[in-house]
């Protein structure tokens, strides 16, 4: 059985920076795209960003181009979300999600992810 726990959530001002992991465990994920997403209070959840799995291609929504930069260390089975330039509006609770398929791209909806984090609060003050 695949887990996956993300660490590094917490309460940052604005303009502050934050790295979030997501460890892997229950089976090998370096053939699997991996992805970012988040949910804020009475909003949908969304894609942030995503990796295939050799890191050659990666994409990120719109409004987090330039200030977030995701990553992942297949020794590790372990994907990051460095998160810069924090805005208010970034709060929201954070999930990594895997998929259960091998596949050399990014998925971008969430029914393509099998697998998925509890989530991790990041909550950004003005």
């Known amino acids: 059985q695949v887990q996956l726990v993300e660490s590094g959530g917490g309460l940052v001002q604005a303009g502050g920076v934050l790295r979030l992991s997501c460890a892997a465990s229950?089976?090998?994920?370096?053939?699997?795209?991996m992805a970012w997403f988040r949910q804020a209070p009475e909003k949908e959840r969304e894609l942030v960003a995503g990796i295939s799995w050799s890191s050659g291609s990666i994409y990120y929504t719109n409004s987090v181009t330039g200030q977030f930069s995701i990553s992942r260390d297949n020794a590790k089975n372990t994907m990051y979300l460095q998160m810069n330039s924090l805005k208010p509006e970034d709060t929201a609770v954070y999930y990594c999600?895997?998929?259960?398929?091998?596949?050399?791209?990014?998925?971008?909806?969430?029914?393509?992810?099998?697998?998925w984090g509890q989530g991790t609060q990041v909550t950004v003050s003005s």
């Open positions: 229950g089976r090998s994920l370096t053939s699997n795209p």
């Open positions: 999600a895997a998929s259960g398929t091998y596949y050399n791209g990014v998925y971008y909806g969430e029914k393509s992810y099998d697998y």
